[in-house]
């Protein structure tokens, strides 16, 4: 038992889920107090003791699903599990139906699974939209082990293709025939729900998905019965969302990305303003300090600040949006947008081999997704060909909009600096960063591939404030705060990392010239 | 860690019964909630409860209270919270009365010392709800609620009666818990919350409910609704769920559209009883455009 959980922790940490040493020992602690044996409630306990964090469960459910689905496993269940694949023969019944209630294991009820070996597909999924519309999670498990039996198809030399036999089993099943039953059965006359059809279509497709996790749960158990859960874990671990790469990223992983952006802009923005407004105090203010006093018989027993009105800076973003970096790009764009209390003004211009400006767009759109599409549609930026010039960008926005940059502008500019060997025309950054109050240079690639191949990203450095790694959702975040943050002073510029309370009170009044002074 | 293994009461001994304790009490648990109550218990330790407004957050610890028979103490946490409000105070106009009251009785028979001693003494003490929790004879259920909205500073002044369940006054040392009590801190997720205050308590993410469950939690809440209509009801918000919100509809909205539903005599929702009433289920005008626009669109007969 208690291996597993170290197995377990070992593999959160592997993932970037902090599990502090506490959390361990209050685990084994737990592991004392609940009925091990019944996978539901050892689930239930190490989750609540182990995971701090709302976005780390799905993780966490992944990682707990291959620790522990070993553990359970008969001896006659493993070998009978051995020859899946071509397993129709595969005496589901004759295995003891091990599970406790609730979320037992991945094993079907005692008797059922048996029954369910002998059905068509069409009967099959008339079981399917059964359970799931009554949300019963034995029957669905079991539906999920005859599916994945017959249709998925797995390999347990290729653990890394769960995606394709996941989505094998769900197109042999035919999800949108299931989608469609599922709105015909909520819609069926006077005994059924009798919903709006598009509810009901709403509803179907989430009680898809709920079919899609339990096939995919099946699948991975076979391949941990197969290769062990190290092992599994090791070949199919994903990083955290705030931990994947801008570069590269799947449409699966940008999916999960934006799930998590929204609650960052909205928890950033309130920190933030929190900070605005009760960690910055302005010089003694001693009218109302001696008015104060009048109530503690003159004594001044509560000094009076001023508020300070700190001036917030004017951004100006500039987004390469060309194919390779448009993740970021956008993601980028609305993080800065959602923040927009935080700034006097945001404006927004997208190149690739032309500029232009986009804020108006840029507020429109809902989400990154919503971001790139319209810049799509609109077909901004583009000038000739399509592929990014950055030196013919930065000068087009040289000319045109370089006169309105103020001291108080600070500007950022998103983008790997690959030029594809164009004019990288130096000389137009120098005027932006002379016009402007500061500029920072956010590049998505890791540090190590700057300045190889087409990049240029080192000729521009000279001209730049800072220029910064900005690969995660994580290196974003930690960038964004301290713009904000340093909008406080009245030269905008940007601090090292640190943070925390220390820190904070560095950045009160005239110390913090001074800081930025070396 | 020293500890002598105390039997948390009996409703609390199991995880099963734990939920049918809550179910009694008219809430409903899944097995999650359920099964962190009971850790909660067995371990001794603060349950930090997170998820979206409305979902029944601080009805938990009410339930908990109202299952196991104990008393609910309930600290409501805002920007500017202190010591004073939170743990203790003082009470300086009954400590003034007493020195001058001294004064003027007994002359000089008593010195300086007993007076001090006395007026630092417990008798003198406004208890606020932290320590009101810790001193407390019987059973109590302690709730802080949205934590997130406190100071980071004050989040501190939480960890020592967190994690060891005391309390410590200058002036007269450190109070410990006579019995410890089960304490619920919920949050909204406004703001991050230190690691320190993370690690001190188990996590426990209360989402929305899937549709079974949330028929379940129409049905024991809206007394007189058709079954029927509870599942319409709650299939209906779980769509409304899945669109792309600035708001989602809560639990508690739901139970409000069921009560509305229900006063108006509206049978079964089709429709235009939807349409209708969405101004009940969504606060934020643009919400309520685009779900018009995306459900009309499509009720229209195919």
Known sequence: ?518 | MSEIPVEPPSVLATPRSVGDALRTAGYLPDETIAGTVHLAAALEKPVLVEGPAGTGKTELAKSVALATGARLIRLQCYEGLDEAKALYEWDYRKQLLRIQAGGAGRSDTEGWEDVEGDIFSEHYLLRRPLLEAIRAEDDVVLLIDEVDRLDVETEALLLEVLSDYQVSIPELGTITARRRPLVFLTSNNSRELSEALKRRCLFLHVGYPSPEREREIVLSRVPGISERLAGQVATAVAALRQMDLKKRPSVSETLDWARTLLLLGVESVDGEALLRHLNVLLKHQSDIESARTRLTRDTRPR
């Open chain 1, 1 to 518: 038992m208690l291996t597993a959980v170290e197995g377990l922790v070992a593999e959160l940490r592997q993932v970037g889920v902090p599990v502090p040493v506490s959390a361990v020992v209050d685990a084994a602690r737990a592991m004392t107090r609940i009925d091990v044996l019944d996978r539901g409630e050892v689930r239930v306990a190490l989750r609540a003791v182990l995971v701090k964090d709302a976005g780390h469960l799905s993780t966490f459910d992944t990682v707990f699903d291959t620790f522990f689905a070993l553990q359970e496993q008969p001896v006659d269940g493993e070998e009978s599990d051995r020859v899946t694949g071509g397993s129709e023969d595969d005496g589901t019944d004759a295995r003891p139906g091990d599970d406790g209630d609730g979320d037992g294991g991945a094993r079907g009820q005692g008797g059922a699974p048996g029954g369910l070996q002998h059905l068509d597909d069409d009967a099959l999924r008339d079981l399917l939209v059964q359970s799931l519309r009554k949300e019963d999670a034995p029957l669905l498990r079991a539906l999920a082990r005859v599916l994945v039996d017959r249709h998925a198809a797995v390999n347990p030399a290729r653990p890394q293709d769960i995606g394709y036999n996941l989505y094998r089993a769900l197109r042999m099943i035919d999800s949108n025939d299931l989608v469609a039953r599922l709105v015909a059965a909520a819609d069926a006359g006077p005994d059924g729900d009798g919903v709006p059809s598009e509810v009901a279509e709403l509803a179907a497709e989430t009680q898809v998905q709920t079919l899609g996790l339990a096939l995919e749960t099946e699948i991975r158990r076979r391949l941990v019965v197969d290769r062990g859960a190290e092992d599994v874990a090791r070949t199919l671990r994903t990083p955290l969302p705030e931990n994947m790469a801008f570069l590269g990223a799947s449409a699966l992983q940008v999916a999960a990305m934006r799930r998590v952006l929204g609650p960052l802009a909205r928890s950033l923005a309130a920190r933030m303003a929190d900070r605005r407004r009760h960690h910055r105090r302005g010089p003694l203010d001693v009218r109302r300090t001696v008015r104060t006093a009048m109530s503690t018989g003159g004594v001044p027993m509560t000094p009076v600040f001023r508020r300070p009105h700190p001036a917030k800076p004017q951004l100006v973003v500039l987004a390469d949006i060309s194919g390779s970096v448009s993740t970021f790009a956008t993601f980028t764009l609305q993080l800065i947008h959602a923040l927009r209390s935080e700034f006097t003004s945001i404006r927004s211009f997208a190149f690739v081999d032309g500029i232009e400006e986009v804020t108006d767009l840029v507020d429109r759109a809902g989400d990154p997704t919503e971001i790139a599409r319209l810049l799509n549609e609109a077909g901004a930026g583009v000038w000739l060909d399509g592929r990014s010039d950055y030196g013919n960008a930065l000068s087009g926005f040289a000319e045109r909009w370089a006169s309105q940059l103020t001291r108080r502008t600070t500007v950022l500019v998103l983008g790997d600096a690959r030029s594809n060997d164009h004019d990288p025309r130096v000389d137009a950054l120098a005027t932006v960063r002379r016009a402007a109050g500061a500029v920072h240079w956010l590049n998505p690639e890791p540090r190590g591939s700057w300045n190889t191949g087409d990049s240029v990203i080192g000729l521009y450095a000279p001209h730049c404030d800072t220029v910064v790694e900005c690969r995660t959702i994580r290196d974003l975040r930690a960038f964004t705060e301290r713009l904000a943050a340093a909008g406080a002073s009245v030269a905008p510029g940007v601090q090292p990392a640190a943070e925390g309370a220390g820190q904070r009170r560095h950045d009160r009044g005239a110390e913090h010239h001074h800081h930025h002074a070396h």
